[in-house]
Nanobody, 118 residues
Framework: VQLVESGGGLAQAGGSLRLSCVAS????????MGWFRQAPGKERSFVGA????????RYGESMKGRFSISKDNANNTVYLQINSLKPEDTAVYYC????????????WGQGTQVTVSS
C-alpha cells in the first residue's frame, strides 16, 4: 500500500491550498481515508476523513468550516481543501487509511509540509 501526498508548500494567510493523496497497492473499498496534521512541537491531530465507498465525511471539532475533504475514485485520489489559511495551519499534513471495522489507521503517507506566512 502506498499513499503519496502532494500539494503542500508556502502559502499566504487568507489563501487556499488543496492537498492531494494518491492511494495505490490495494482496493480501498469501505476504507476511511483520513487527513492528519502535526505542527512543530505538537501532537498529531485529526483533520478529517472520508469513506472511500460511501463518501461520507467527518471532521475534527476544531477543523470544521475551513477544511473540506473530497475524493476521486477513478483516480484513486483524496483531496484536502484548506481555505482562509492561517499561520497556525502550518504543519506536516499526512494522509492515512483505516480498514473497515477497525479503529486504527494502518497505512500512512510520508506527509507534505504546509507553511502559512502572515
Amino acid at each position: 500500500v502506498q499513499l503519496v501526498e502532494s500539494g503542500g508548500g508556502l502559502a499566504q494567510a487568507g489563501g487556499s491550498l488543496r492537498l492531494s493523496c494518491v492511494a495505490s497497492g490495494r482496493s480501498f473499498d469501505y476504507y476511511d481515508m483520513g487527513w492528519f496534521r502535526q505542527a512543530p512541537g505538537k501532537e498529531r491531530s485529526f483533520v478529517g476523513a472520508i469513506n472511500w465507498s460511501f463518501g461520507d465525511t467527518r471532521y475534527g471539532e476544531s477543523m470544521k468550516g475551513r477544511f473540506s475533504i473530497s475524493k476521486d475514485n477513478a483516480n484513486n485520489t483524496v483531496y484536502l481543501q484548506i481555505n482562509s489559511l492561517k499561520p497556525e495551519d502550518t504543519a506536516v499534513y499526512y494522509c492515512a487509511s483505516k480498514p473497515p471495522a477497525t479503529l486504527t489507521y494502518a497505512y500512512w503517507g510520508q506527509g507534505t509540509q504546509v507553511t502559512v506566512s502572515s
